[in-house]
T-cell receptor
Framework: NAGVTQTPKFQVLKTGQSMTLQCAQD?????MSWYRQDPGMGLRLIHY???????DQGEVPNGYNVSRSTTEDFPLRLLSAAPSQTSVYFC?????????????FGPGTRLTVL | DAKTTQPPSMDCAEGRAANLPCNHS???????VYWYRQIHSQGPQYIIH???NNETNEMASLIITEDRKSSTLILPHATLRDTAVYYC????????????FGSGTQLTVLP
């Protein structure tokens, strides 16, 4: 079991470029989510998905798109990168349902936008 | 979900118990208390959760006051590898499964 994997680990973009952050999990979890973490702050939810074909917005969705074509994969797309999107991005998948579910986080992607 | 308040930082000597407090005075009856930690540059890691009874697992103990307005996470024998930011999160049974992270407590275990 690899758990939750994210690629790339590091990325530098120029303003206006687009890219996709990859996230995959092999635990057959229905629920997956993307967070961003800015320096000295807690994680903020960007988008989440409750299953293949179903996505919804979190707290800070602007500038990001997601899709969920399979249970395993949940990519995050930056449409036109901006310096304000410089952050560490974490993908998570969740076991179980309801309040007793446990979140498993990936190792993160450090993104710098110049 | 109820808001939580944690001290921004704490120190603990290696081998001693680390007691991390959390206030959640607006917690409601169906809300659970969760603890996660984040070791530098890594993704958050689940530690423990509880409703009203004290809980213990291989990582830590969780003590919740009788009125449920505060809780304490206890790491019984802190090691240098326990240095991390610890997040106390309150979630209700009606909440979606995403977590709301505050700023947490930076615990530094000193040799």
């Amino acid at each position: 079991n690899a758990g939750v994997t994210q690629t790339p680990k590091f990325q530098v973009l120029k303003t206006g470029q687009s890219m996709t952050l990859q996230c995959a999990q092999d635990m057959n979890h229905e629920y997956m989510s993307w967070y961003r973490q800015d320096p000295g702050m807690g994680l903020r939810l960007i988008h989440y998905s409750v299953g293949a074909g179903i996505t919804d917005q979190g707290e800070v969705p602007n500038g990001y798109n997601v899709s969920r074509s399979t249970t395993e994969d949940f990519p995050l797309r930056l449409l036109s990168a901006a310096p304000s999107q410089t952050s560490v991005y974490f993908c998570a998948s969740i076991s179980g349902t309801g309040v007793l579910s446990e979140q498993f986080f990936g190792p993160g992607t450090r993104l710098t936008v110049l | 979900d109820a808001k939580t308040t944690q001290p921004p930082s704490m120190d603990c000597a290696e081998g001693r118990a680390a007691n991390l407090p959390c206030n959640h005075s607006t917690i409601s009856g169906n809300e659970y208390v969760y603890w996660y930690r984040q070791i530098h540059s890594q993704g958050p890691q689940y530690i423990i959760h509880g409703l009203k009874n004290n809980e213990t697992n291989e990582m830590a103990s969780l003590i919740i006051t009788e009125d449920r307005k505060s809780s304490t996470l206890i790491l019984p024998h802190a090691t240098l590898r326990d240095t991390a930011v610890y997040y106390c999160i309150v979630r209700g049974s009606g909440s979606a499964r995403q977590l709301t992270f505050g700023s947490g407590t930076q615990l530094t275990v000193l040799p």
